[in-house]
Nanobody, 123 residues
Framework: QVQLVESGGGLVQAGGSLRLSCAASGRTFSTYAMGWFRQAPGKEREFVAAISGNGGTTYYADSVEGRFTVSRDDAKKTVYLQMNSLKPEDTAVYYC????????????????WGQGTQVTVSS
């Protein structure tokens, strides 16, 4: 079984930056597509960003395109989400996800989920 653990969440002012990390267990991390989803209070969970197993392809939600960057370090078995120019509407619990298949924007495609980390952006 694969375990994912997010870290790096916190409180930041609008316009600021935050970097989330997701540490993964398992021997096949380098072949896994990884994704980030978020859920704000009273809202449905939504796709944020994803990266292919080889790092060659990335997807972003329109709402974060140009502000967020997803990357991975297979040697450290870690995926990152760099968040810049943060807005109050980015406030949510952010979840790291993984799957042993192709990159996807669909939450049901992902087999492994972290516990989530809270990001709060104040105005």
């Amino acid at each position: 079984q694969v375990q994912l653990v997010e870290s790096g969440g916190g409180l930041v002012q609008a316009g600021g930056s935050l970097r989330l990390s997701c540490a993964a267990s398992g021997r096949t991390f380098s072949t896994y597509a990884m994704g980030w989803f978020r859920q704000a209070p009273g809202k449905e969970r939504e796709f944020v960003a994803a990266i292919s197993g080889n790092g060659g392809t990335t997807y972003y939600a329109d709402s974060v395109e140009g502000r967020f960057t997803v990357s991975r370090d297979d040697a450290k078995k870690t995926v990152y989400l760099q968040m810049n120019s943060l807005k109050p509407e980015d406030t949510a619990v952010y979840y790291c996800t993984g799957r042993g298949g192709w990159i996807s924007t669909a939450e049901h495609a992902y087999d492994y989920w972290g516990q989530g980390t809270q990001v709060t952006v104040s105005s």
